[in-house]
């Protein structure tokens, strides 16, 4: 295989002041990397977009760096090894990595994962058998724990985190209520067998949703913030739990919104109602819980208990539109760039 | 023994808008109760004041049901039996109970319990020994569970409920910062044996607290809210654990702060830390640990690993003006009030 001349990337341009726009972003055209030894070339064929990409975007504190401006944009990526210099790795095999923004990469043999085009479609690393899979098995199942009868609700419920919760949940016996934006979406949601599937645009949301949960609410699974924890936290029931693993509807804001200052009812909730907040990020039980994870789901994927959706945007010079509707909630599915045939 | 002709009360007259004033409590007489088979009559020795009691004095939804206008204040207490009409009582047991701001009360006797006075000073079954003791011990072991060497503060330091989980803290092999209000409490909290003390009252409190708190913050053990919430918060550490009983800064609010609204950064505080927030009321967990709790801490007290101060206030008349004192932090130790000889 002959190898390509440019490799073809997308930094970015400028930290985003509210929410991002295409000049953020800047593509730029570099030389094709040179593995030395230990590490391999790569073709990236999906890169994963994801909301916590925009808090990379910015320089505000959080559990990871941001990315310095003129930098890649960072993100999970499947590659095709064309350049291997580790014995472990040869011309041909699928890995999955932590790429980033770009058609090809060098990554460190010993920092990427090999994919099974068999076992699975390799897309899925970055989905339902990935990081955003393992953030609802982990969060609900070791912060949530749902018992039998118990309901669960989550939001951005037909993105991949939330399609997962709410499958596993119902797995797991509870009660799965599932918030989207718009029609097509919330059908899906009862299509993957969610018991009650609720619009956020609705104008009669919170009556729908506190009608779809008449027993109240034992874990919401958050992660998406603003007016739909609003609507949820009146009716979470004395010891839920909610695992907070993103908050989209924050990540824009370039202030404190206006008062009143709820953060005290908001304290005073969690005291009168004993109940328990917990952020947490995958990473944190990956060590112990990610190979339990992968047999759980590949074998709830295999016999029909999982389903899942993409939504797949041809061409990496795409991303940065796609991850702007992304953070609108524009994408159905797991939001995948596809790099390369 | 003669029975008295007139039980004392103190009534709710009123529901406090903000801050509780003497007018919103009323002093009767009436007669004294006669226990019917299977009650006691008890002449009241001591009636503990904490600041829960505010919360029931309002019609806001909370835990517990709220006190009705008209009816007698809810307290714990402790007793002396003046009559039983139960095979397992008699005159002279000293029983804690839940009887109220009353001189006399008929309680059931399945729902109290009886005291050894040579075990332990009868009033301490109120506080160190008590449900603000048993506050600390479940709250920082179950929900804190500090390790060696972790960082734990907690404020309200010399009350009942602070100073047991200082204390306790110390016993786990953690490191204990106390913050209270004036340079006597202060002084206190470095006699109890606390790493650290400082004064929420001085101009610098924050640096002082940063300071206090070089390797951040792992637990604080939460019973104030407020100005204190808001200065601990940007110590909490990675995975921090916040415990929160108490939120007595927010009793007296009347409606939400002025903006801006600080809940959506809250919540990004519990997300990008991964910090674990959660409400809890010492009744959840008597059934698993009450008897533990009893064990460790009278081995505690009898080995001077815990110590507790008191704060008694002769008569029961006073307790209006001692319990509008106490959520100004104007007792020094467990508040109680001395109802009879």
């Not at 939330?162 to 799965?176: E, L, M």
């Not at 029609?183 to 009556?207: I, N, Y």
């Not at 994870?293 to 990496?316: H, K, N, P, Q």
Request: hydrophobic share 45%; charged share 20%.
């Amino acid at each position: 295989m002959s190898l390509p001349a440019e490799n073809t990337r997308i930094v970015l341009a400028a930290r985003p002041v509210g929410e991002p726009t295409p000049s953020d972003f800047r593509v730029e055209s570099v030389p094709i990397p040179v593995p030395a030894e230990g590490e391999l070339l790569l073709e990236i064929l999906y890169l994963s977009l994801d909301p916590y990409m925009r808090g990379r975007m910015s320089e505000a504190e959080s559990y990871a760096d941001p990315i310095a401006v003129g930098d890649v944009m960072v993100g999970g990526t499947v590659g095709r090894v064309i350049e291997s210099k580790d014995p472990g790795f040869v011309n041909g095999d699928v890995v999955l990595s932590f790429s980033g923004w770009q058609t090809h990469a060098v990554a460190d043999a010993g920092h990427v994962r090999k994919l099974d085009p068999h076992a699975a479609p390799v897309q899925t690393s970055l989905g339902v058998l990935g990081m955003p899979g393992f953030t609802a098995y982990a969060g609900l199942l070791e912060i949530g724990r749902p018992e039998k009868g118990e309901t669960v609700v989550v939001a951005a419920a037909t993105g991949p985190v939330g399609s997962a919760v709410g499958q596993i949940a119902k797995i797991r016996g509870a009660r799965a209520v599932g918030i989207a934006g718009g029609p097509d979406k919330v059908a899906h949601l009862r299509e993957l067998g969610f018991d009650a599937a609720v619009d956020h645009r609705d104008p009669d949301f919170a009556a729908q949703l506190a009608a779809a949960c008449p027993n109240g609410v034992d874990v919401y699974f958050e992660n998406v913030g603003g007016k739909v924890w609003d609507t949820v936290l009146p009716l979470l029931n004395t010891y839920a739990r909610v695992p907070v693993c993103g908050l989209i509807a924050n990540y824009n804001l370039t202030s404190a919104p206006e008062g009143p200052d709820r953060a005290p009812a908001l304290m005073s909730r969690i005291l009168t109602k004993s109940l328990t907040v917990r952020g947490f990020i995958q990473s944190e039980f990956v060590k112990d819980q990610f190979v339990h994870f992968l047999a759980d789901m590949s074998g709830w994927i295999t016999d029909g208990r999982v389903r899942y959706r993409e939504d797949v945007v041809d061409g990496l010079t795409n991303a940065p539109d796609a991850f702007i509707g992304l953070l609108k909630g524009q994408n159905f599915g797991k939001l995948l760039i596809k790099v390369a045939q």
